[in-house]
Structures are given as structure tokens and as C-alpha cells.
């Protein structure tokens, strides 16, 4: 017993003291920075997109397609592009997913999460999750495990896994759909009983990501059903997902 109290104490608090402000590694690839740099070759940059997330006409990134795997940026030779580590990237419209010329972090943040009342007066004390992996790589399957760990301990905020879609009041799709988890994705999005989120997690899921023009994936559930969040990455970070979900239902940035 005094061993165990020991050890806590030497120790101390494991998790994130503040979420929304904590403190993000200088290596990680976040909110992209465009620059019409003067001389920039910018189509040999397009064409080391694996995803066609970079186009030029206007000049934009969609964040919804881009693995951020820094390719764009290391075919830029004069830094047209770059990636800063400012991981608050979710959106609740996929039109605000598209970052264009000069556009800034702090900008982004303010408008991407269109925060409505209704929402936060259901959602904002208790929210239950049902994540569904429909054919995800389990990059952001590992990452939202992650979510809660001690070190990030998303339940604090009230906000869970569940077992179950009847325990939950929304699910979290990753993956980029295949025809095999069609029929159970919807299966489980009607066992979610109303009012009810979707949230898309990852480029998969957002918009096929590298397995877009694959044969053996079908989308039509994001055709026929709204979508409440955008979460890019790829994977997604526990931090992008937690300030996401809280920027949503509790208009916390």
C-alpha cells in the first residue's frame, strides 16, 4: 500500500491538465500554410499529392483528403507550402475543410465549428460514442483508444466510448467504407436512437483518402444521412479529436 502511494505521488498527475490549450510536439503536421511563393513550382507540388488534395485553380488544400504526409511540402522548393503543428482542425461544414492562400490557423478556428444551442443543451454534460471502423487501417482506431488514456483522459469531459449503439448517442465512422461495412454501418447508425451525431474521423472517412477511386468501397450512407463533425488526419490525433468533439458540443476551443 505505501508502495503504491509512493509511487503515485512520485509520479504525480499523468493526464493533460488543459486540453484545449495544451502544447503540441514541432514535428507534427497540422493546419497547412499556403504562400504563393514567387517562382514556386506548383504543379510538380499537385503531383506529389498521393490524395489530389492540393489544387490549383484556386490554390487550396482539403484538409479532408490530405494524409499530411508533408509530400506537397518537400516538392516546393521556395516553402509554398508548410505544415505548422496547430492540430484544432475539426469543421463541422466539408466546405471549411478547404484551406486557401494566406488563410490562417486562428482563422480557421474561428469559423470552422458552426455551434448551435441545441447541441450543447444535450450533449454538452454526457456524450456516448459508438466508433465504427468501416475498413479503417486501425491508424485512428489506435488514436481514439488513445483518447482514453491517462494521459488524455477524454471522460472527464464526459464524453466515452460505448459498447453498444443503443447506449450511444452517435457514431464515429473511420475507415473509407467498404461494401462489406455498408450494411453494418447503417445497421448500427439506425440502432443509435435520436437525436444523434455523425462523426466522420480521418481522411477515409471524410473522403476516401488514398482508396477514393477503389472498387470496393461504398459511400452511399454519407449521401443519404447529415454529418455533425469533420475530423481530419490520418491518422487523427487524440488532441484534434477531443478539442473537436468539445469545440462542438461545449463551444470550447
Not at 487501417?137 to 466510448?161: H, K, Q, T, W, Y
Not at 439506425?190 to 480521418?202: A, E, R, T
Not at 471524410?206 to 452511399?220: A, L, P, Q, Y
Request: charged share 25%.
Amino acid at each position: 500500500m505505501f508502495d503504491t502511494l509512493k509511487s503515485r505521488i512520485y509520479q504525480g498527475k499523468q493526464f493533460i491538465k488543459d486540453i484545449p490549450n495544451a502544447p503540441m510536439r514541432e514535428q507534427f503536421r497540422g493546419f497547412p500554410i499556403i504562400k504563393d511563393t514567387e517562382g514556386e513550382n506548383w504543379q510538380n507540388c499537385a503531383k506529389a499529392c498521393p490524395t489530389g488534395a492540393l489544387k490549383l485553380n484556386p490554390l487550396s488544400i482539403d484538409m479532408g483528403k490530405c494524409t499530411f504526409c508533408g509530400a506537397c511540402q518537400n516538392a516546393c522548393k521556395n516553402r509554398g507550402i508548410t505544415f505548422s503543428n496547430f492540430y484544432k482542425l475539426t469543421a463541422s461544414k466539408r466546405e471549411n475543410l478547404i484551406i486557401t492562400e494566406d488563410m490562417s490557423a486562428e482563422e480557421f478556428e474561428k469559423t470552422a465549428i458552426e455551434v448551435k444551442k441545441e447541441i450543447i443543451s444535450i450533449f454538452s454534460k454526457s456524450l456516448k460514442l459508438r466508433q465504427v471502423s468501416a475498413a479503417g487501417c486501425n491508424g485512428c482506431e489506435m488514436e481514439l483508444n488513445a483518447c482514453s488514456n491517462v494521459n488524455f483522459d477524454m471522460g472527464r469531459f464526459g464524453i466515452d466510448f460505448v459498447a453498444s449503439p443503443r447506449h450511444a448517442d452517435g457514431i464515429v465512422i473511420t475507415g473509407p467504407i467498404s461494401k462489406n461495412m455498408a450494411f453494418a454501418l447503417e445497421d448500427c447508425y439506425k440502432s443509435v436512437p435520436n437525436p444523434k451525431l455523425v462523426i466522420l474521423c480521418g481522411a477515409c472517412a471524410i473522403s476516401g483518402g488514398i482508396f477514393t477511386n477503389s472498387t470496393e468501397i461504398d459511400r452511399e450512407f454519407l449521401e443519404k444521412y447529415p454529418i455533425d463533425l469533420y475530423i481530419p488526419g490520418c491518422p487523427v490525433h487524440p488532441l484534434t479529436f477531443i478539442n473537436g468533439i468539445l469545440g462542438y458540443i461545449r463551444n470550447k476551443h
